[in-house]
């Protein structure tokens, strides 16, 4: 039998309804009392590998190569909305 709850509730509980779903419970969501989502664990995570990052090699001309002005002017924020959210960039 899976866990129901509305999804305004849910809201409120994610962290916790995950966990339940981590742990191997099914959660439906429901909205005005019909089902619209069900939370599950995923099958067979593979474990990290350890110690993979360590094999990775940037050559010294990509790690010191000059950053695109643009590229600083959106980590600085120059393209964000008024609450600090960036912005799409226009391609």
């Known amino acids: ?7 305004e509730l849910a809201e ?3 962290s916790a309804l995950i966990d339940r779903a981590a742990a191997g ?6 909205k005005a009392g ?6 599950t664990a995923l099958a067979d995570r593979a474990p990290r590998q ?3 990052a360590s094999r990775w090699e940037i050559d ?4 010191l190569a000059p950053t695109d002005p643009e590229d600083l002017d959106w980590a600085d924020g120059k393209y964000t ?4 959210i960036s912005l799409p960039r226009k391609s």
């Open 60 to 63: 010294d001309e990509a790690l």
């Open 81 to 84: 909305d008024e609450l600090g």
């Open 25 to 30: 419970e099914e959660v439906v969501l429901t």
């Open 12 to 14: 409120a509980e994610l």
């Open 50 to 52: 350890p110690d993979l």
């Open 34 to 39: 019909s089902p619209i989502a069900r939370l």
């Open 1 to 7: 039998m899976a866990f129901t709850i509305d999804v």
